[in-house]
């Protein structure tokens, strides 16, 4: 079947660090992968997406490669600030139907 | 640009008590979804509608129905609450695949069930 495995957090960093929040996958066919964002209070948030292997997504300087020999889609950011703290989403899409997908979250929490 | 929107944002029920929560797009998206989340169990289907006049169940829809009353606005009723249905309600709407565009959420409403 689909399923979607994120690091578990909190995951607490200083500002300025360089972050990376794991996730793979396991999926029947070629899915589309996407990272959604959470800010407190909020709804869920597009953040980037791809949809074939080798694919870079990238969005307020946050990126995520498209994996398909590690089935991994692994965001990263090189220098992150207070405002990132959110709770961030994987989740794919298998094509087949209209649902997506979703990773647990993981919470991140930047500290000046 | 409002996208999607949901009321209310704030409910408080008491168990037996019955309630619908609204949702409306203004994107014209054919599909639109109700999930639910809950601390470490991240986001749960519950019913979804691909496209006006259709809905399906998701992975928890008992306790739960849902109406698409056009393609606009997509509802949930809970007819008789209980305690296990606390949680915060996101209602979100998609192109028909969603694949490439992914899903824009409405703000959510927190209910708690007393």
């Known amino acids: 079947g689909n399923s979607v495995t994120q690091m578990e957090g909190p995951v607490t960093l200083s500002e300025e660090a360089f972050l990376t929040i794991n996730c793979t996958y396991t999926?029947?066919?070629?899915?589309?992968l996407f990272w959604y964002v959470q800010y407190p209070g909020e709804g869920l948030q597009l953040l980037l997406k791809a949809t074939k292997a080798d694919d870079k997504g990238s969005n307020k300087g946050f990126e995520a490669t498209y994996r398909k020999e590690t089935t991994s889609f692994h965001l990263e950011k090189g220098s992150v600030q207070v405002s990132d703290s959110a709770v961030y989403f994987c989740?794919?899409?298998?094509?087949?139907?209209?649902?997506?997908?979703w990773g647990a979250g993981t919470k991140l929490i930047i500290k000046p | 640009n409002a996208g999607v929107t949901q009321t209310p944002k704030f409910q408080v029920l008491k168990t037996g008590q019955s309630m619908t929560l609204q949702c409306a797009q203004d994107m014209n998206h054919n599909s639109m979804y109700w999930y639910r989340q809950d601390p470490g169990m991240g986001l749960r289907l519950i019913y979804y509608?691909?496209?006006?006049?259709?809905?399906d169940k998701g992975e928890v829809p008992n306790g739960y129905n849902v109406s698409r009353l056009n393609k606009r606005e997509f509802s949930l009723r809970l007819e008789s609450a209980a305690p296990s249905q606390t949680s915060v309600y996101f209602c979100?709407?998609?192109?028909?695949?969603?694949?490439?565009?992914?899903?824009?959420f409405g703000s959510g409403t927190r209910l708690t069930v007393v």
């Open positions: 979100a709407s998609s192109e028909a695949t969603g694949e490439n565009y992914g899903y824009t």
């Open positions: 999926a029947t066919g070629y899915p589309s």
């Open positions: 989740a794919l899409s298998p094509r087949v139907n209209y649902q997506l997908i």
């Open positions: 509608s691909a496209s006006e006049g259709t809905t």
